[in-house]
């Protein structure tokens, strides 16, 4: 692998050594050889992928593409600032084991049933992973996951054990006619029982990562894809109105996860479980090996204790974010923002609320002391107050916040850029103008297909860089509203399931749970499809009425022409 990736890099430096003749080509061909140099690398990693991100810095102004301080701004728009507050907030929950409490509660109400536990685990790293990263809420779940299957998995077989055990006294002489399982050695029943449990297991570990990865895609922060989407709509259509805002997208992602979840879950109870009707949805008796491990895992959450003064405080700054951020521009009615300050929606973002939000948890105390209560006194006047820790400090942001995400927003949006400016994006587009006569429905099913098992093999971010400035000019060039293809295909590169390097949720099941890839692929090529029909199914129905998908948007046109091109009259 290292041989394959000093080649790419020696053949790579080879062809950079071009560049005093760039001025030769037309500055589209420029532009491109940028594209490809960036996806290659971003690829392959040949070089970590934010190092890749600063690409730009050097070659748009050597090759008269983009001046170096136009580079510089692309780097610090608004989708880098709501994603760092998103992300702030997300280490201000981990910190103070919110995330574990929730999980916990889930299993204490759902019960241990294999049905419901799926159910739960699901559901519960689906939410998880709508507020902090995927990677966070499956390195979480998993664990969770095991500990249950291995008490349910200890009990089940005792309790089993037990009752033949009873059987063998009352009627040892007739057991082996009436129960062919007691014939068996108790190393063979207990090797047969692992082997059932080994299968559940598998299934349960698939859940969990699956599930991160269809929850990212509810919130604007929940995936790095769709603050891409975000950003490349602000670059790429200035004039758009904040189209894409926090609640617009949760009013149409968050029914589609719903749908995916649930779509997924029954796959999952069909391939692991069994999809017995009567079993699965009756109300039976609980068993006495269920009992016991609903027991230990309701002892596992009263050990968290009562919420303390901190935990309150962040739930309460969480919930308030959410709060302000569906209530700025709901859209069915006149937001705050417009209210208190007057102005134009466009002031006041959903970045605004998230810094707001992430100053307080460095200004609120993580609790409350005072000398006098500790020595017994009401002493007013010798009250002696001293200042607690905040909710947060900022060694450990510092030591938490994965900043490459920054630069690599910024390499992709500085990329859809120059793709722009250059007037790539605009050739790109006239040549897909053939594409026009592919039923709108039937292209965007292929070419969320296309992104979705490329996902599988590249970086969901570096997809959404690449391709997305494309789509936006193909669907100025076949007649198309830009978020009838932009929306579903964002959506479609967070969709990989098949192999463990296409997500980290992924690689940390593989490994955790010891699968092979053929455990992973059958079940995740099918929940592939499953999740571009469901979002498919969205972005024709509510998807359309939210957006006015039928009708092109005056700001839809993607008419940038560079001064030299190999669309003007006369050549660089």
């Known amino acids: 692998t290292h041989t394959y990736l000093i080649l790419i890099l020696l053949w790579s430096m080879l062809l950079l050594s071009v560049l005093p003749f760039m001025h030769l080509l037309f500055i589209e061909a420029k532009c491109g050889f940028v594209v490809i140099l960036m996806a290659l690398y971003w690829c392959t990693e040949c070089v970590p992928l934010a190092v890749t991100s600063l690409l730009p810095f050097i070659l748009f102004p050597m090759m008269g593409i983009m001046k170096s301080e136009q580079v510089c701004l692309q780097y610090t728009g608004d989708a880098h600032i709501l994603g760092t507050g998103g992300l702030i907030v997300a280490i201000a929950v981990e910190y103070w084991n919110l995330h574990k409490r929730l999980a916990l509660r889930i299993v204490v109400l759902l019960g241990v049933k294999p049905m419901l536990l799926m159910v739960g685990f699901m559901s519960i790293t689906a939410f998880l992973s709508m507020w902090i990263s995927t990677v966070a809420s499956t390195a979480l779940m998993l664990p969770i996951v095991h500990s249950v299957l291995e008490h349910l998995r200890e009990s089940e077989f005792e309790a089993e054990e037990h009752e033949l055990q009873k059987k063998r006294d009352n009627l040892f002489s007739i057991v082996e006619e009436q129960n062919p399982e007691g014939c068996f050695s108790t190393e063979q029943r207990r090797l047969k029982h692992n082997q059932k449990y080994q299968t559940l297991s598998k299934g349960m570990s698939l859940c969990v990562c699956y599930s991160a990865s269809i929850g990212g895609t509810a919130t604007l922060t929940g995936s790095i894809s769709n603050l891409i989407l975000k950003g490349q709509m602000e670059k790429l259509f200035p004039g758009n109105g904040d189209v894409i805002n926090y609640t617009s997208w949760f009013i149409f992602s968050f029914p589609n996860m719903v749908l995916m979840l649930a779509v997924s879950w029954l796959w999952l109870q069909f391939m692991y479980i069994g999809f017995n009707v009567k079993k699965t949805f009756s109300c039976r008796k609980v068993s006495p090996s269920e009992r016991k491990v609903y027991a230990v895992m309701k002892s596992e959450y009263r050990k968290l204790g009562r919420m303390n003064f901190a935990e309150c405080c962040v739930l309460v700054l969480f919930l308030l974010l959410v709060l302000l951020w569906f209530t700025r521009e709901p859209g069915f009615s006149t937001g705050w923002a417009s209210l208190l300050f007057n102005q134009e929606k466009t002031f006041v973002t959903d970045t605004t609320v998230s810094i707001f939000i992430c100053l307080l948890f460095f200004v609120i105390p993580s609790k409350i002391e005072c000398s006098c209560w500790r020595s017994g006194s009401l002493d007013i006047s010798g009250m002696k107050w001293k200042a607690p820790p905040t909710l947060l400090h900022w060694e450990l942001v510092q030591r938490k916040l994965p900043w490459n995400i920054m630069l690599l927003l910024g390499g992709a949006f500085a990329l859809a850029r120059g793709c722009e400016v250059s007037g790539l994006s605009l050739w790109l587009g006239k040549t897909l103008e053939s594409l026009k006569n592919i039923p709108p429905v039937a292209l965007s099913f292929l070419l969320c297909f296309v992104i979705a098992m490329l996902t599988e093999i590249c970086n969901n971010a570096v997809i959404s ?16 509203h830009p978020l009838y293809i932009m ?30 890839i053929i455990e992973m692929v059958k079940p995740g090529f099918v929940l592939n499809l499953l999740g571009i029909l469901c979002t498919n199914l969205a972005v024709h129905t509510w998807g359309t009425a939210i957006f006015n998908l039928k009708e092109i948007p005056p700001w839809a046109n993607v008419t940038t022409t560079p001064t030299h091109s190999m669309f003007s009259a006369t050549t660089p």
């Open 465 to 480: 860089t690449v391709l997305l400035p494309v789509l936006a000019s193909m669907t100025s060039a076949v007649g198309l």
């Open 487 to 516: 929306l579903p295909t964002t959506i479609s590169s967070s969709l990989a399931f098949m192999l463990p390097v296409a997500t980290p949720p992924n690689a940390i099941t593989f490994t955790y749970a010891n699968l092979k």
